[in-house]
């Protein structure tokens, strides 16, 4: 019993001190962001806003550089990749479970490939190729090059694998064709894994940060990502400023993690477990 | 004759099956597959000062890898970023698991404080770290001029710059291998565990015989995709370090970044070749994963 209680406390000792490690940047990051300059630039700098909270970094963050703007083009980003990954990952899935697909296990590896070559390893072409169509600045040289993945085909497959064939069975016999039984029948009913993918998605469109950097120039087209990273150089001197708006970057991204936990899990372990 | 209707029809249903793939296939074409081909075709090219490729080379580009000492010095930099990341990731990570695994209070509060980390983007963590490693007027700094320890250069140390660089990465890292680990110990079998705590086996021993065997799949894949990953990594390295001081924080990606766009240096036939190297680096890996060692991995 003794030593049971025992264990027990020297657990709570270093979980606590890792969670105060592990926790401080997101705490900093949250109480900074309400700093003034009196507190971050003294030294040793303040843990909290000593001196009084600054809600006024924010709207200085929103006006120094065209944040608004900039959300605005992450928020579309991130919808179009999103719909597109969902779109193109669910008719594929689609054809390589439900219907007589030619050369099935070759079209299922040519998909698979995708997911094996990383993405800065042909970054150069695809620079040259967006900036030759004169996409550069624009949503749609944003999006393009991730309409599609390996991984969602994959992901959406293993669910419709698991869909009882005495369903579609019925559903033919009512007379539903491949559209409609996709649509009202198969997609409704796959709704945990469809959200899996379009969290997923979501959250490394939002976060993306090589593609968009080179995608943009003009800072009034550019993602909010790579407007926090301009704001750090060139306003080094107010890091609450520079903090507010990573707490405008980071928001939709803490709500998904906080309230889409399950769904996360459920997408990232796909490949983890067989 | 030969074409019986039920063949034809056969072909037909195929045609229409195929159909449904050509949206993801036209993207794979033209921003996956065209480019691989064009990344190839570049890294045999020279470039002229404006970007253009100056016609065919052969392997002087490769053959220029191995002997700039700048990239040597890029590999080595690559070598210690992905195991100084990869390691203390999901060591820590697996930690917070075992330990989230007892019976502790508020476990659901906890679990998903230490996921936060996971909510952060690259570019988010990176500035939030930039700020703390601040010299000047760092947090950092601060608490350890409480103890009397004398400013330290976090990020422009030759001998620091890539131990704080990781140090951020392990941390961004941390949410994610918490979330796999704690998925795979969510599902250990209970009947395994009832049956070795009744023959005695308890904390230590059984995590060490009992659990730790049983999530070998989970760990086993973090190590794989963590690697990948780590090679990957840009974003924290253009934020905080830029690849200084003196190269020391330059990996491969960021190496890339710098000869094909970084002050307009358009060398994109060195840096092709550069990314040929990424490319079989982590194909190679992706093969290792499939073949040799998942047969060493414990499966159920």
Same mark, same amino acid.
């Given at each position: 019993?003794?030593?049971?209680?025992?264990?027990n406390?020297?657990?709570?000792?270093?979980?606590?001190?890792?969670?105060?490690?592990?926790?401080?940047?997101?705490?900093?990051?949250?109480v900074g962001?309400?700093?003034?300059?009196?507190?971050?630039?003294s030294?040793?700098?303040?843990?909290?806003?000593?001196?009084?909270?600054? $809600?006024?970094?924010?709207?200085?963050?929103?006006?120094?550089?065209?944040?608004?703007?900039?959300?605005l083009?992450?928020?579309?980003?991130?919808?179009?990749?999103?719909?597109?990954?969902?779109?193109?990952?669910?008719?594929?899935a689609?054809?390589f479970?439900?219907?007589?697909?030619?050369?099935?296990?070759?079209?299922?590896?040519?998909?698979l490939?995708?997911?094996?070559? =990383?993405?800065?390893?042909?970054?150069? =072409?695809?620079?040259?190729?967006?900036?030759?169509?004169?996409?550069?600045?624009?949503?749609?040289?944003l999006?393009?090059?991730?309409?599609?993945?390996?991984?969602?085909?994959?992901?959406?497959?293993?669910?419709?694998?698991?869909?009882?064939?005495?369903?579609?069975?019925?559903?033919?016999?009512?007379?539903?064709?491949?559209?409609?039984?996709?649509?009202s029948?198969?997609? $409704?009913?796959?709704?945990?894994?469809?959200?899996?993918?379009?969290?997923?998605?979501?959250?490394s469109?939002?976060?993306?940060?090589?593609? $968009?950097?080179?995608?943009?120039?003009? $800072?009034?087209?550019?993602?909010?990502?790579?407007?926090?990273?301009?704001?750090?150089?060139?306003?080094?001197?107010?890091?609450?400023?520079?903090?507010?708006?990573?707490?405008l970057?980071?928001?939709?991204?803490?709500?998904?993690?906080?309230?889409?936990?399950?769904?996360?899990?459920?997408?990232?372990?796909?490949?983890a477990?067989? | 004759?030969?074409?019986?209707?039920?063949?034809?029809?056969r072909?037909?249903?195929?045609?229409?099956?195929?159909?449904?793939l050509?949206?993801?296939?036209?993207?794979?074409?033209l921003?996956i597959?065209?480019?691989?081909?064009?990344?190839?075709?570049?890294?045999?090219?020279?470039?002229?000062?404006?970007?253009?490729?100056?016609?065919?080379?052969? @392997?002087?580009?490769?053959?220029?890898?191995?002997?700039?000492?700048?990239?040597?010095?890029?590999?080595?930099?690559?070598?210690?970023?992905?195991?100084?990341?990869?390691?203390?990731?999901?060591?820590?990570?697996?930690?917070?698991?075992?330990?989230?695994?007892?019976?502790?209070?508020a476990?659901r @509060?906890?679990?998903?404080?230490?996921?936060l980390? @996971?909510? @952060?983007?690259v570019?988010?963590?990176?500035?939030?770290?930039?700020?703390?490693?601040?010299?000047?007027?760092? %947090?950092?700094?601060?608490?350890?001029?409480? %103890? #009397?320890?004398?400013?330290?250069?976090?990020?422009?140390?030759?001998?620091?710059?890539?131990?704080?660089?990781?140090?951020?990465?392990?941390?961004?890292?941390?949410?994610?291998?918490?979330?796999?680990?704690?998925?795979?110990?969510?599902?250990?079998?209970e /009947?395994?565990?009832?049956?070795?705590?009744l /023959? #005695?086996?308890?904390?230590?021993?059984?995590?060490?015989?009992?659990?730790?065997?049983?999530?070998?799949?989970?760990?086993?894949?973090?190590?794989?995709?963590?690697?990948?990953?780590?090679?990957?990594?840009?974003?924290?390295?253009?934020?905080?370090t830029?690849?200084?001081?003196?190269?020391?924080?330059t990996?491969?990606?960021?190496?890339?970044?710098?000869?094909?766009?970084?002050?307009?240096n358009?060398?994109?036939?060195?840096?092709?070749?550069?990314?040929m190297?990424?490319?079989?680096?982590?194909?190679?890996?992706?093969?290792?994963?499939?073949?040799?060692?998942?047969?060493?991995?414990?499966?159920?």
């Amino acid at each position: 019993m003794r030593s049971h209680r025992r264990a027990n406390l020297g657990s709570y000792l270093v979980l606590g001190s890792l969670f105060l490690v592990v926790l401080f940047p997101v705490y900093y990051g949250l109480v900074g962001s309400l700093m003034g300059e009196r507190d971050t630039n003294s030294f040793p700098p303040a843990l909290w806003p000593k001196s009084g909270a600054h $809600p006024e970094n924010y709207a200085d963050a929103l006006e120094i550089i065209p944040l608004g703007n900039q959300y605005l083009t992450s928020v579309l980003q991130t919808t179009a990749i999103t719909l597109g990954q969902l779109v193109t990952s669910a008719l594929a899935a689609y054809a390589f479970v439900f219907l007589n697909l030619r050369w099935r296990a070759f079209w299922f590896a040519v998909f698979l490939s995708t997911m094996m070559i =990383p993405y800065e390893s042909i970054i150069i =072409p695809n620079y040259l190729l967006v900036s030759q169509w004169g996409l550069k600045d624009t949503i749609a040289g944003l999006a393009l090059p991730f309409l599609a993945t390996g991984f969602g085909a994959f992901l959406l497959r293993q669910s419709f694998l698991s869909f009882p064939m005495e369903l579609r069975d019925a559903a033919r016999v009512d007379g539903a064709g491949h559209f409609r039984f996709l649509f009202s029948i198969l997609l $409704p009913l796959s709704r945990p894994s469809l959200a899996a993918l379009g969290i997923y998605s979501a959250l490394s469109a939002w976060n993306m940060y090589f593609w $968009p950097l080179l995608a943009t120039e003009d $800072p009034r087209h550019q993602t909010i990502q790579i407007g926090i990273s301009q704001l750090q150089t060139s306003d080094g001197d107010s890091p609450g400023m520079v903090l507010a708006g990573v707490m405008l970057a980071l928001f939709p991204t803490l709500l998904l993690v906080i309230f889409g936990q399950r769904f996360i899990v459920r997408g990232l372990t796909a490949g983890a477990v067989k | 004759m030969s074409a019986t209707p039920a063949a034809a029809q056969r072909r037909r249903d195929s045609l229409l099956a195929f159909g449904y793939l050509v949206p993801a296939l036209v993207i794979f074409g033209l921003f996956i597959f065209w480019p691989l081909v064009k990344s190839v075709l570049l890294s045999v090219q020279g470039t002229d000062i404006i970007g253009n490729p100056s016609g065919f080379v052969g @392997f002087v580009n490769y053959s220029r890898l191995f002997t700039d000492p700048e990239f040597l010095q890029v590999l080595g930099v690559t070598f210690a970023f992905t195991v100084l990341t990869v390691v203390p990731s999901i060591l820590i990570a697996l930690l917070i698991a075992l330990l989230l695994q007892g019976r502790i209070r508020a476990v659901r @509060f906890f679990r998903t404080a230490f996921a936060l980390p @996971f909510a @952060f983007s690259v570019a988010t963590a990176s500035v939030i770290f930039g700020v703390l490693y601040n010299p000047a007027s760092g %947090v950092l700094n601060g608490l350890l001029s409480y %103890v #009397g320890v004398d400013k330290v250069q976090w990020l422009t140390d030759p001998d620091l710059a890539i131990w704080s660089v990781s140090a951020a990465t392990v941390w961004m890292q941390l949410g994610y291998n918490l979330l796999v680990i704690s998925a795979g110990l969510g599902a250990l079998p209970e /009947d395994v565990l009832e049956a070795a705590r009744l /023959d #005695g086996a308890s904390g230590f021993r059984l995590q060490r015989t009992i659990v730790m065997p049983l999530i070998t799949p989970q760990l086993f894949f973090l190590v794989v995709v963590g690697t990948i990953h780590a090679l990957q990594s840009f974003g924290q390295i253009k934020i905080l370090t830029v690849g200084g001081p003196e190269g020391t924080t330059t990996t491969l990606v960021y190496s890339i970044y710098e000869q094909a766009f970084a002050n307009n240096n358009s060398n994109y036939g060195y840096a092709s070749a550069q990314a040929m190297v990424l490319l079989v680096v982590v194909l190679a890996i992706t093969a290792l994963q499939f073949g040799v060692l998942e047969r060493k991995v414990f499966y159920r």
